[in-house]
Structures are given as C-alpha cells and as structure tokens.
C-alpha cells in the first residue's frame, strides 16, 4: 500500500522538514513505513540503526550537541521497547527528543495483531508527552505540541513520544485542514526574569566574598554571558559533565582541579541551569558548609531541587545572565582576589601535573598501557577543538579527568553506559569537520558495538578508542576491595579491531608505547575507524577509589558520606 502525498505520513515529514530536521535516527518496521518513505520523499536522511535504543542515543546526542530537536522513529512493539533505555536516558537529561512510533491500525487495534502494545503507557512517566493520534487531520497539532514539550515551553524539557496506527498514517486530511500555524516552526518562548529578583542576586553576588558559579545544562548556549559575568564579579567556576567546554579551560575562574576545596569553602553558590544532583552532593550543607544559594533556571527542577536558593530565579538563563550584568554596572566586586587566584593557582598546578602524570604513566607489571598513557597520545593528536564522548567505568573517570574538548558528553546523571557508540556516530555526522572521539570500556562497548556497522555505511567519521581491560573493570575492582572475591565481571580479551574490520571499519589493535601516536594519526584519517587499545586492568581510577562504585548510604562519594554522617549527627 503506497503512501500519498497529504496523507498524515506525508505531513509527519513536511513538519519535521520545516523545522530543519535534516536527520531521522531510525530503524524500518511495516508499522512506520508511510513515515519512513515520506521523510524519504521530502530529503530528510535516515540514519538506519541497528538497535532502536541506538536510535534514541543519536537523536539525544545530536540535541545535546546541536541545540535542535533530535528524532527517532521506531516501529511498534519490540521497537519502541527497545527505545525505552534511550528515551528514559533522555528523561533524565532532559535532552528534547521526540520519538515517532507506529501502532496497529484502528480496526486491528487490541485484537491480538501483530506487535500490538499500549506504548503510551510504558513511556508516560519517562516522557514530557505521550500520545496515541488516531485521527489524521489532528497529526500536525499533535506534533506541534509535542515538539514545544520537548523543547520545555512552560515546563521542563526532555523526551516526547506520539504513535501513530498506520492506517491513520495513511489517511489523508482535506488542505483546509493543513494549517501553516502547525507547520512552521515558532521562534522558542524566552522568559526573562523579574527585575527585583535581578537586583537582589546583584545584592547577593556584588557584596560576597567567595563566590563560586557551576552551570549545568541549562546553561549551555549562554556561554557568553557566563563569561562575561565570571570576568566581571571575578568569581571563580566549576565545570559540570552537563555543560562541559562552555567556559574554556584556559578561562581563569576555572578552579576545576579544586573542586573538593573550592565547594566548602564559598559564601554564594550561584547554580546556572544546574540541579543540585549526586554529583553536586545533593547541595547538602556537610559539603557546601556555609553558602547561600542563588538558584538561576528555566526549568523548576533546575531552579530549586534540593536547596531552596536566597534568590531563586525561574528564566532564561542566558537573559538572567545578561540582565544581571547589566544591573550590576560598574558596581565594584567584593570576591576576594587572592583567594581566586589562590584556587586558580592550585588548579593551574595540578592541571600541569595531571598532564605530565599522564604522559608519563607506567605500565602495569602486565607490561600492558596505562589508560592515561592512551588519553595524552589521544589529547596531542585531536587538539582542543574537538568532540569527545566518554563512556565506560575506570576508563570513563580517566578520560573525563584527562581528556579536554569543546564539546563533551558522557553518560550523564542517568549513569547510562553504553552510549558513546551511539552519540559518536550522531556526533560525527552534525559536526564532520571536527575531531570526534568515542573513548570507551570495552564493557560500555559491547552495548552497542554493533553500531559499528551504521558509522560504516553512513560514513559517520567518528573514532572509537575501546579501552580493552577484558573487564568491567571499575566493578572488579570493588568486588576485590568490598568484598574480596571476583564474580562474574570478568570479560574476554576479545579482538575488537577484528571485529569492526569485519564491518569494514579501519581498525588496529595498540599494546605498545610506540605504536600509540602513528595508530592514532592513521585512525583518525582513516575515520570511521576504532583503535582497540589493550590497557592495563591495574589502573585504578578516582571514581573506582572515591566511592561511586560501591554506592554509599547517604552519598555518592565516600568522602561526602562521611561529612554527611558527621553533619547529621552534630
Ligand atoms: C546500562 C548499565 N549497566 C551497568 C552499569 C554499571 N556499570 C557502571 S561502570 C561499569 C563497568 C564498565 O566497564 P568498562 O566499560 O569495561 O570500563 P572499565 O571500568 O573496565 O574501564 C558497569 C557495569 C551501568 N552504569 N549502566
Ligand atoms: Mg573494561
């Protein structure tokens, strides 16, 4: 059955074009076709998958990377299941995705047909909007709506998701019905903030002496006003993996290296976009011991999860920012310089040393690299003016510490390992002209390494550095402290090079020192390519050593558990 123009399929696709969507990440189903075949029809490329949970990795990537929407089309049943670890990945980083799917078609509808399957009911609580359209001349509405909800008009952004049965994809609507105002894109809502709350946090942060800002993924596309505001109150600032390469690490509020110092030591945290999640402590005050809170966000979780702030300001960050500059004028910064520059030194310190530790690692008594060793030849050959997605266990916290870009993801608040393959290939095909790198575990591999063979045939110039430990190693390393014995997180030495080989892939296996940089260089003009790296199972990671492997009671980190327990107790 042939799908026609003006048919709800065939406005799918006019929508999605009209609001520049140039790739659909995808994989075929007959529940989907008329979309598929549509979307085809109006020149927006299908990135066929392999795995639909892949599908959702890329659109999210490409959302995270790009600011646009990202979309994913899936067919119904096992599709759209298989979608359900990147769409709740999506949820937790409030990534704005939209997910198509199709159904059975209304006179089939719960009767037994094939793939049948109420998806709505599996996604609602993972999604900002979850809806079944059954009437084709409300298609373009329905769209409309569920795109400004991932967007987060009004509320908070994240994953949205509407099927379709395919009878109703088929069907057509009367032009009169076809309305311009669904079509086309609007330009996004921009709440600015309230000028007596602007006046109140220039109060707060313009007479403070220790001011600390962390921004997180509300932040991203303010960059500029950040800075702008770091230069003027000459706070200092703590990168999050939410919003990585927005202030460059050359800026000198950056006292990244200084984290554990800087958090108790400041009087006004000023949170830009950022919850106060695990990786902030939760904004516990056994951590944060004496800071007010000023709380910038346009999202509610955003502006107040955790810690109510002393102003708490619910708007565009990036007009926030500017808003509060202006208020500020020339008005002079009480923030303590020479603590700044203290921290800043203490950073610049042991930035240098991470670098020359790095460079120098030491083999493991296996003979085999250190995973440091892997991650400086890697930082030399790509620069800073790249994309890196990192993924794994102890490979992850190496490469999270070591590696530095423009661009960075990792697997985000959800802990979502898996998703460097995925956000490699979205990443390389958005931004082909730069360098982009998945660093990952061999484990974090496996989940979706057979998306080799989509970066082969889509040509994604994407490079994949697999850490080969045979292990998920961050996990052994626990078992072996916690509770001295090793089960069941031992992996294969497995030739990972052969492999994407097989698909075609440029791929070489590294064990040595010397074969690092050239390795390198070729992979990386050789791209799509993989570089199978053997690495050393002894290195023992910060995340492996501070507590995120074993999951304290009260905190992430050990240290935090700790300082929790004192403060709860006092
Ligand atoms: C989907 C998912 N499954 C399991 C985990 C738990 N987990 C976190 S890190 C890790 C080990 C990763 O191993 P690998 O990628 O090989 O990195 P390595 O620690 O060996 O460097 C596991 C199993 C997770 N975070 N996500
Ligand atoms: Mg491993």
């Not at 075949?37 to 490329?45: N, T």
């Not at 800075?227 to 939410?242: H, K, M, N, P, Q």
């Not at 950022?274 to 709380?295: C, E, H, I, M, T």
Request: aromatic share 4%; with cysteine; charged share 25%.
């Amino acid at each position: 059955m042939k799908v026609s123009p003006d048919s709800a399929a065939d406005l799918i696709a006019r929508l999605l074009k009209r609001r520049g969507v140039k790739r659909v990440f995808a994989l075929c189903g007959g529940h989907i076709m008329p979309i598929w075949m549509r979307l085809d029809a109006e020149g927006i490329r299908i990135i066929d998958v392999r795995d639909e949970r892949a599908a959702v990795h890329m659109a999210q990537a490409h959302a995270e990377l790009t600011g646009e929407l990202g979309v994913a089309l899936v067919t119904a049943g096992p599709g759209m299941t298989n979608a359900i670890t990147g769409i709740a990945n999506a949820h937790v980083s409030r990534a704005p995705v939209l997910v198509l799917s199709g159904g059975n078609p209304r006179p089939q509808e719960n009767r037994g047909g094939l793939q049948d399957m109420d998806h709505t009911q599996l996604v609602r609580s993972i999604t900002r909007y979850a809806r079944t359209v059954r009437e084709p001349s409300l298609v373009l509405q329905e769209l409309d709506e569920a795109i400004s909800r991932a967007f987060g008009d009004g509320g908070e952004p994240g994953p949205a998701y509407i099927d379709f049965p395919t009878d109703t994809l088929r069907g057509i609507v009367p032009k009169a019905l076809q309305l311009e105002e669904h079509l086309n894109a609007k330009p996004r809502t921009v709440t600015c903030p309230d000028s007596s709350q602007v006046e109140r946090a220039v109060d707060l942060l313009w007479s403070a002496r220790r001011v600390l800002v962390i921004s997180g993924r509300g932040a991203r596309g303010a960059g500029p006003e950040l800075i702008s505001l770091l230069d003027r109150l000459g706070a200092v600032y703590l990168d999050t993996g939410e919003s990585r390469g927005l202030v460059p690490d050359g800026h000198p509020s950056v006292v990244g290296a200084m984290r554990g110092a800087v958090m108790s030591d400041a009087d006004v945290i000023l949170t830009v976009g950022r919850r106060l999640d695990f990786q902030l402590a939760y904004g516990s005050p056994s951590v944060f011991q004496s800071a007010k809170f000023v709380r910038i966000g346009d999202t509610p979780s955003e502006m107040r999860d955790n810690r109510r702030g002393a102003v708490e300001i619910l708007a565009s960050p990036a007009e926030t920012l500017r808003a509060i500059v202006g208020q500020a004028g020339n008005r002079e910064s009480k923030v303590d310089r020479q603590w700044a520059a203290k921290l800043r030194g203490g950073h610049a310190e042991r930035a240098k040393k991470l670098q020359q530790s790095m460079a120098n690692a030491p083999k493991g008594s296996d003979g085999k690299l250190h995973p440091n060793k892997v991650l400086s030849a890697l930082q030399q050959a790509i620069g800073n003016d790249s994309v890196v997605i990192t993924d794994g266990g102890d490979f992850l916290a190496f490469a999270r510490v070591g590696l530095s870009a423009s661009m960075m993801l990792d697997p985000g608040p959800f802990g979502c390992i898996g998703i460097g393959v995925p956000y490699g290939i979205a990443a390389s095909l958005a931004f082909p002209d730069k360098p982009v790198v998945v660093a990952t575990g061999d484990g974090a591999f496996g989940f979706n390494a057979i998306e080799i063979d989509t970066a082969v045939r889509h040509k994604a110039p994407v490079l994949i550095v697999v850490a080969n430990n045979g292990a998920w190693q961050i996990e052994v390393h626990d078992q072996t402290v916690t509770h001295g014995k090793v089960v069941g997180t031992k992996l294969q030495d497995a030739d990972y090079a052969g492999m994407a080989r097989s698909f075609g892939m440029h791929a070489e296996r590294v064990e040595t020192e010397e074969q690092l940089g050239p390795a390198i260089e070729r992979a990386l003009a050789n791209r799509p390519a993989l570089l199978d790296m053997v690495v050393t199972p002894e290195a023992i990671s910060s995340d492996g050593k501070t507590g995120l492997a074993w999951v304290p009671d009260l905190q992430p980190l050990a240290a935090w558990d700790e300082a929790e327990r004192k403060w709860r107790a006092s």
